[in-house]
């Protein structure tokens, strides 16, 4: 088996195993168990049969994935609920600028989407179609 065989099958899989308790929890943003994070990682090397552990950690390599628990978001996605309620004591602590609020509507559809959001990708699109400068034209720490 590939690389690119065996993260297609990881991406599969994990698509069809969303109901799983520890993707439910990365997904919510909750904190998981070392037991969680050892179902997971064998879960996964399971799909490389022999090879498996070698073929994770190439694949992580390949991502640049930080770690697998970051890998896993960024392919199943961050539950919407999840993402606002992270952001809603914020968003609920001063006023802010419909620019600042549309910049935070982003970050969270990006979680949705993507599980994770770059320091990096805040100065690209779809960011800089709010601003050009990113994140430090809106200024969220400021109130308006």
Do not use: W
């Not at 943003?29 to 073929?55: F, H, I, R, W």
């Amino acid at each position: 088996m590939t690389g690119a065989q065996y993260e297609k099958k990881v991406r599969a899989s994990l698509q069809q195993n969303l109901d799983r308790i520890e993707i439910k929890k990365l997904r919510e943003g909750k904190p998981l168990t070392p037991q969680d994070v050892e179902q997971l990682q064998n879960m996964l090397v399971q799909l490389g049969d022999t090879a498996g552990s070698q073929l994770l950690d190439e694949m992580l390599v390949r991502n640049e994935a930080p770690n697998l628990l970051l890998f896993i978001r960024s392919c199943v996605g961050m539950s919407r609920e999840a993402a606002l309620k992270h952001f809603s004591s914020y968003l609920d602590s001063q006023s802010f600028s419909s620019t600042q609020i549309r910049f935070v509507e982003l970050i969270v559809s990006q979680l949705t989407a993507n599980g994770v959001v770059s320091a990096a990708a805040l100065y690209e699109m779809p960011f800089t179609s709010i601003h050009a400068e990113g994140p430090d034209a809106v200024s969220l720490t400021q109130m308006s």
